[in-house]
C-alpha cells in the first residue's frame, strides 16, 4: 500500500549549536534534510512527501529540492510555532486519506524494511510507532532520591515514523487544536482519543541528528551501511 509521509522541518535545532537549521548541517556534503528524504524517494511506496518549513528557508530548501533530485515533494507548507502545529500543517496539505506517516526530518536513517511494516500495521489497526528497547535501567527520581526501579522490560524508547490512517491522525490533531492541548508526539494526541497504538520493533541506528556527536554517529553508520551493501 502506498502511503504520504509528513516532514515537520521547521525546527531551530539550538541543541546543536550549529547557528543555522540543523537539517543543512552536512553527512558526507549532503545535507541531513536530503539524506532524510532520499529514504523516502527511494521508497517505491511512499507516494509523496509533504514538508513543513520556515517561510524564510523555503526558497532555499526549494533549491535543495532540485539540486538533489528530489520529486515527490508534492506541497511545502507554512510550520508552525511548535512540532505539532507543522505536522497538522502539513496534514491539512496532505492530497491523500489514506495511511500517513510522520517522520522526523533529522532521522535521516530509517530503515525501507521498517517503514513497510508501519503502514502495515496502521493499516489493520489504525495506528503504529517505531520503537525500540529500552538497554538501559531506568529509576525514578523525586527530589534527587530514586524512588523506584522501573521494570525494563515494558519500556520502549519511542522513534519516528510514526504511522496512522489518515482520519485516525485527522481526528487526532483537530481535536488537541480545539482543547489547546500540546503533545509530545502524534501518538500521544492518538491515544488521547482512546485509540490503541501498536509498536513496531525499529532499529538503534535510526538516530535523531540533535547534537553535534550525533553528527559524529552519523558518519559511523553511513560508513556500516556502505560495508553492507557491497
Avoid at 28 to 37: C, E, G, V
Avoid at 76 to 96: D, F, M, N, W
Avoid at 203 to 210: H, I, R, V
Avoid at 219 to 226: A, D, F, G
Amino acid at each position: 500500500m502506498l502511503y504520504t509521509v509528513l516532514l515537520p522541518a521547521a525546527g531551530s535545532g539550538k541543541r546543536m549549536g550549529a547557528g543555522q537549521n540543523k537539517l543543512f548541517l552536512e553527512l558526507r556534503k549532503i545535507p541531513i534534510l536530503i539524506h532524510t528524504l532520499r529514504a523516502f524517494e527511494q521508497d517505491p511506496k511512499c507516494h509523496q512527501i509533504v514538508l513543513a518549513v520556515k517561510k524564510e528557508e523555503q526558497a532555499f530548501i526549494e533549491e535543495l529540492l532540485v539540486k538533489h533530485r528530489i520529486s515527490k515533494v508534492a506541497a511545502i507548507t507554512e510550520g508552525g510555532a511548535e512540532r505539532q502545529h507543522s505536522v497538522y500543517a502539513c496534514l491539512k496539505a496532505s492530497p491523500t486519506n489514506g495511511i500517513v506517516l510522520v517522520h522526523d526530518a533529522a532521522r535521516p536513517f530509517i530503515r525501507q524494511e521498517v517503514i513497510h511494516r508501519l503502514v502495515q500495521t496502521a493499516e489493520e489497526f489504525g495506528a503504529a510507532v517505531a520503537a525500540v528497547r529500552a538497554k538501559d535501567t531506568v529509576k525514578k527520581v523525586e527530589n534527587g532520591i530514586i524512588q523506584e526501579t522501573v521494570d525494563r522490560e515494558s519500556l520502549w524508547i519511542i522513534q519516528t515514523p510514526q504511522a496512522f490512517r489518515y482520519d485516525v491522525l485527522e481526528k487526532a490533531e483537530r481535536m488537541a487544536e480545539k482543547e489547546g492541548f500540546l503533545g509530545t508526539d502524534e501518538a500521544m494526541l492518538v491515544e488521547r482519543q482512546g485509540e490503541q497504538v501498536h509498536i513496531v520493533e525499529s532499529t538503534y541506528d535510526n538516530l535523531k541528528m540533535t547534537t553535534q556527536e550525533d553528527l559524529l554517529f552519523g558518519e559511523v553508520i553511513l560508513t556500516k551501511r556502505e560495508q553492507e551493501e557491497q
